[in-house]
């Protein structure tokens, strides 16, 4: 296999990695902040009852921010993007702007784990306390 070949399909792996990742992130907030809905809906439906519902109500801050991020991701990934066609790679600091581009979009995905996990966590804490 050619260089070019295998450096082709490593951009390709990364591609499906990262449309992955933003996926399944989406999916798991969505999927709680849904899940959490009916169970209240179901097992307590007087919520001023509920024993601690501040944990229920920062898993839901939680999971509605992971989402809200996860488009301000998109948004910034389509910038990034559209500024790479727009230049090549002979403009002036091209390679520390992507670098740039490149911290922030890292930076948004660890938040959008720590996020999820916030919100996991307390959803599970809210749960616990309340069978």
Not at 35 to 57: Q, T
Not at 104 to 111: A, C, F, G, S
């Amino acid at each position: 296999m050619s260089d070019d070949n295998y450096t082709q399909e490593q951009y390709q792996a990364l591609k499906y990695s990262n449309e992955q990742f933003d996926k399944n992130v989406l999916f798991i907030a969505s999927g709680a902040l849904g899940i959490s809905f009916a169970f209240i809906e179901k097992i307590i439906p007087d919520l001023e009852n509920a024993v601690n519902s501040n944990f229920l109500i920062n898993s839901w801050y939680c999971f509605a921010g992971v989402i809200f991020i996860s488009l301000v991701a998109h948004f910034i990934s389509i910038m990034a993007n559209r500024w790479a066609i727009a230049h090549d790679e002979q403009t002036k600091n091209y390679d520390n702007i992507c670098k740039r581009w490149n911290l922030t979009l890292r930076t948004i995905n660890i938040l959008m784990i720590f996020g999820l996990l916030a919100g996991i966590i307390l959803l599970i804490y809210f749960v616990k306390l309340n069978i």
